[in-house]
């Protein structure tokens, strides 16, 4: 079976939708009935992508494609041009790493898209007005216009249910997203100056729902009370974005550039390093369609302190200490978090390359097969096993 998987995107630094595309490929790659995997990127992702997969496997082809940087040229991209590689490329399954325009008669083969969250519709402020309704407009076509949705939660596919049509919600299907336990950690401290001193962590993009602000104002009120030590930092992990300036100005109104540490473009190995070494994962999302910086800190048996919203629950199950967004309620988990001794350890098979690998070659066999696809009629269990919350 030979399958593109396209994710050209903006950053040229790892992001939410280049680690899926990434980890969807390795996981892929571990089936025999994989002939061939088409990784698309543009050109300013390709070292990014190229660090983050394993290029001894000679079914592995990494494709970067010369456009301007832009969303028109992005989407025009995908709607005409797409169609014609994935032709060139004798294309069993076209994924697309996230909704974009989608040409439905342009493709010889079976499309698919995954679907992260419904943040156009959830929470506008990601976007602005009136960005918010053209990236409406996009993900409603893309929906429409694929033949499955692989949501990666049931939370998202939930949240599917309520904004969409049966036409469209009877596509969608749930595959969580693949976390490896195999992860390499570097050796080397990504954080400068680092002297061993203690830190806190958030992995988050700069968008409104990842509450990144919150976050730094409960650091801001732990070290001011000397409920940490006056030598700890907070560690923000993820590219930038609309709210950027509001960070930087917390930082200077604070007066906790010292304390407080950005950090985007580094790869996953340094990632990891910064998961062991943290005393704790800070996670205020007003809300989330999965939560992979939860899987990742479980996987290193780090303790979480999130928000507590339906994707969070499902993924974190009993581990996190849950919290209501109110200053009071997650300085006080805090507390107790960093109180705790050791974490049980916690099985995260339901996210393995194993189980994902075999929920996408059953979903791709389906449509390949020609069959009317009704996503109720396929067996996930590999894939979806515990949902609801349980670890």
């Given amino acids: 079976m ?18 899926h595309a990434a980890s969807m490929a390795r996981c892929l790659l571990g089936r025999a009935e994989v002939s061939a995997i088409h990784l698309v990127v543009a050109e300013w992702q390709y070292d990014s992508m190229f660090g983050a997969l394993p290029n001894t496997d000679p ?51 079976p499309t698919v898209v995954t679907l992260h969250d419904l943040y156009p519709y959830d929470i506008p402020a990601n976007f602005g007005f009136p960005k918010v309704l053209f990236n409406r407009m996009a993900l409603y076509q893309c929906l429409r216009a694929v033949d499955a949705i692989a949501c990666v939660s049931e939370s998202t596919a939930l949240r599917l249910e309520v904004y969409s049509s049966r ?29 061993t001193d203690p830190f806190l962590l958030c992995v988050a993009q700069h968008r409104r729902n990842k509450n990144v602000v919150f976050a730094m104002q409960v ?39 010292r304390q407080i540490v950005l950090l985007h473009g580094i790869d996953d190995a340094e990632l990891h390093w910064c998961y062991g070494r943290c005393e704790l994962l800070l996670a205020p999302s007003i809300i989330e369609g999965f939560g992979l910086p939860i899987v990742e800190a479980m996987l290193h048996h780090c303790r979480v302190v999130c928000s507590d919203i339906p994707a969070f629950r499902e993924i974190g199950g009993s581990y996190c200490q849950y919290s209501a967004l109110t200053e009071e309620a997650f300085i006080e988990a805090t507390r107790r978090a960093l109180k705790s001794v050791m974490l049980r350890p916690v099985s995260i098979d339901r996210f393995s390359g194993a189980r994902v690998g075999e929920a996408y070659l059953q979903l791709y066999t389906r449509l390949r097969s020609g069959r009317p696809f009704v996503a109720k009629g396929l067996d996930f269990a590999p894939a979806t096993a515990g949902s609801k919350g349980q670890p």
């Fill in 59 to 109: 079914r592995l082809h990494i494709h970067k494609v010369a456009i301007r940087k832009g969303v028109l040229s992005r989407n025009l991209w995908y709607y005409i041009q797409l169609p014609h590689l994935a032709a060139q490329l004798e294309a069993d399954i076209v994924h697309l790493a996230y909704p974009v325009p989608v040409k439905r008669d342009g493709f010889e083969c």
């Fill in 167 to 195: 036409l469209i919600a009877d596509k969608a299907i749930t595959i969580y997203n693949c976390v490896e336990t195999d992860c390499r950690i570097a050796q080397a401290s990504p954080l400068p100056e680092w002297k």
């Fill in 2 to 19: 030979r399958i593109v998987i396209a994710a050209v995107a903006s950053s040229p630094h790892l992001s939410g939708v280049s680690r």
């Fill in 219 to 257: 650091f801001e009120r732990l070290l001011r009370s000397r409920e940490i030590a006056p030598t700890t930092r907070l560690v923000i992990v993820g590219i930038e974005g609309p709210e950027t300036a509001r960070i930087q100005r917390f930082i200077r109104d604070a007066g906790l550039a």
